[in-house]
């Protein structure tokens, strides 16, 4: 079954503790997996981040997808090595706030 990797944890309202966004629609796309807690940043030094970002994908496949929330920089990264991995074909959730669901964008940096 393929996982849906979520970058950043999904923060959650502060008087009932439930997460803002309801990420129940991506289920039907695989297992969720959250790489970083919600208040990860990074760094100026990104070395470090960069390697738990590998330790992260490193069973990440062509059938897998990225839920792309959070920190535009540990997006930005996650996308990069998740390239990296798969050749340039990757998979992403996007949100379709009309019908209320995600939908997937299959992306091939390659394809001419």
Sequence with gaps: MAK???VQEIPTDKIT?????????AI???EIKTMFPKLRQMQFTPGPLII???????DFTE??????YGDPAL????CAVASDITNGKFKVLKWDRIQSSYFPI???LFQK
């Design 63 to 68: 059938e897998d997808y990225l839920l792309l």
């Design 28 to 30: 039907k796309y695989g």
């Design 106 to 108: 299959e992306i091939n």
């Design 52 to 58: 738990e970002i590998k330790n992260s994908l490193k």
């Design 4 to 6: 849906v990797y979520l």
């Design 75 to 78: 997006i930005g990264v996650v």
């Design 17 to 25: 503790g439930e997460p803002k966004f309801d990420l129940t629609p």
